[in-house]
């Protein structure tokens, strides 16, 4: 995709709305030929005379059988005020997918070419109007569908994650750059970098990089929800608990042991986290073919869980029965919480586990304590501290990326203690702001860039 852009001489055009039929939708065209190719589409006005920032309204004539398409609205941008910062032009037509098609074709015909996925996004981080990390998270906008999922999208899109990066980026290189100034006068042996203040620096930086890691779980929470398995005994009142968080009656119910075949998956949306609730088998042995199946894949969904929700009978478990499960639970590293159902069969029956800490109790039928629930199920996934406010890391690439930049600061850090000589330290630091640099697009390569904005839909 980049090598066919050499300066981007072409024009691309597409749909910029989704999909379908709609009151309206935008079809967008940019490059050097956007205002030209419209122009002769648009026999109402010369729009290669008009400023930027104006709309204008006229009718569509395709170029080759010269029949009116439609009544649109034209939105002129001049580069580089514009979302790609070339000539920007978007028509807004009336939403039919017969339209929309006809004008895509009067462009192509006019000379524009049909844009690949994210190529406008692509051209805006190619002219400088957005780095890498934003224009990523452009696409994570589109996606977002909780409140916080839209906000970690435009915290980022706004640049609050590549500011940080990039502050320590320019210390790095006025740091290194100093170094590599002392070894042009290596026979005078000066040091005009500042190694304390430079230790300091590093120091610092890896707390912040650090944090940027560990706040990845929370932002994968954030992007895609937590899985979350709702195990127990056949009968537990599994399924009556999923219908009850979901207000539907979406799994079956019934007193029948072993109900519950195969796996059932709802997303739940609790104050703007999204679960991925799994109703499963009850456990146990059984001889029956299909239930066993059932009872393996529960098991299995037991452990790809990011969460476990145990559910028991408080009437007919006993504590040692959920000291037991605990250890289990332990042994295998799973992330469980007790929940306690049917509270309203026999009054005081939640008295025998007084001894095991954080087990909720509800009744699924009667709707007791579901609030409760719902509330520990999130500060469970965001320890308490959902604050997106902060910045978060939601791109397993920036994660990843931010492993190496950390391991290079140690690397730079230890050099300093171990009293490096300047060109072993300035080699660290070099790959440190190489991955740094991976992050926010200054070092990129071909491959990786078309990659990246594959993701994204056409359009954008
Ligand atoms: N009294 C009372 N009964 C409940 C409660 N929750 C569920 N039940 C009843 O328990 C029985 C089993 O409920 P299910 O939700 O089908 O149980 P399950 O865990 O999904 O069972 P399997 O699918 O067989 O593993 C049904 O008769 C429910 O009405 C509760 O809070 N109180
Ligand atoms: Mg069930």
Partial sequence: MIGKLPGHHDTIVAVATAPGIGAIAVIRLSGVEAITITDKLFPAKDLTTVPGHTLHFGVL????????????????????????????TEISCHGSPYIQQQIIDACIQSGARMAQPGEFTQRAFLNGKLDLTQAESVADLIASNTAASHQTAMQQMRGGFSKELKALREHLIRFSAL?????????????????????????SATVTVKHLIDSFSMGNVIKNGVNTAIIGKPNAGKSTLLNTLLNENRAIVSDIAGTTRDTIEEVLNIKGVLFRLIDTAGIRESVDAIESIGVQKSLEKMREAGLVIYLFDVNEYSAADIQNQVTAFEAENINYLLVGNKTDITPGATAKFAAIPNILFISARNHNDIDQLKNTLVDKVMSGNINTEDTVITNSRHYAALQEVLRALLDVRNGLDNKLPGDLLALDIRMCLHHLGLITGEVTNEDRLDFIFSKFCIGK
């Fill in 179 to 203: 170094i590599e100034l002392e070894l042009d006068f290596s026979q005078e042996d000066v040091e005009f970098a500042d190694r304390t203040q430079f230790f300091d620096l590093v120091t």
């Fill in 61 to 88: 004539l395709h170029p080759e059988t010269g029949k009116a398409i439609d009544e649109v609205v034209v939105s002129i941008f001049k580069n580089p005020r514009s979302y790609t910062g070339e000539d920007v």
